[in-house]
């Protein structure tokens, strides 16, 4: 079992900045990559970011390469998503997620989070 918790979220002005920050605590040795998903009302969770586990590796989604980065603290067991350049469009609930191997689709990863919204006004 691996359990994770979201926090940063909040609300935030189009081209502010936010960091989100994912805590795993659990059997983390083994479902050690993380990935990021954000999902609107009516919309399938869709990627966001992904991370290995040594943090050398990451996948960013087109909609989001050169605003977002991923990376890890692997002493902390923590993952951060820091957003910059916000967008209205970049509002939805996002979830920090745990797998064995970095993929891009909802089905590849076991434990999601409760998730942490975020919301960018225009």
């Known amino acids: 079992q691996v359990q994770l918790v979201e926090s940063g979220g909040g609300l935030v002005q189009a081209g502010g900045s936010l960091t989100l920050t994912c805590a795993a605590s659990g059997h983390t040795a083994w479902f050690n990559v993380r990935a990021w998903f954000r999902q609107t009302p009516g919309k399938e969770r869709e990627f966001v970011a992904g991370i290995n586990w040594s943090g050398v590796r990451t996948d960013l989604a087109d909609s989001v390469k050169g605003r977002f980065t991923i990376s890890r603290d692997m002493l902390k067991s923590t993952v951060y998503l820091r957003m910059n350049s916000l967008k209205p469009e970049d509002s939805a609930v996002y979830y920090c997620?745990?797998?064995?191997?970095?993929?891009?689709?909802?089905?590849?990863?076991?434990?999601w989070g409760q998730g942490t919204q975020v919301t960018v006004s225009s």
């Open positions: 997620a745990a797998s064995t191997g970095l993929a891009r689709t909802v089905g590849e990863y076991d434990y």
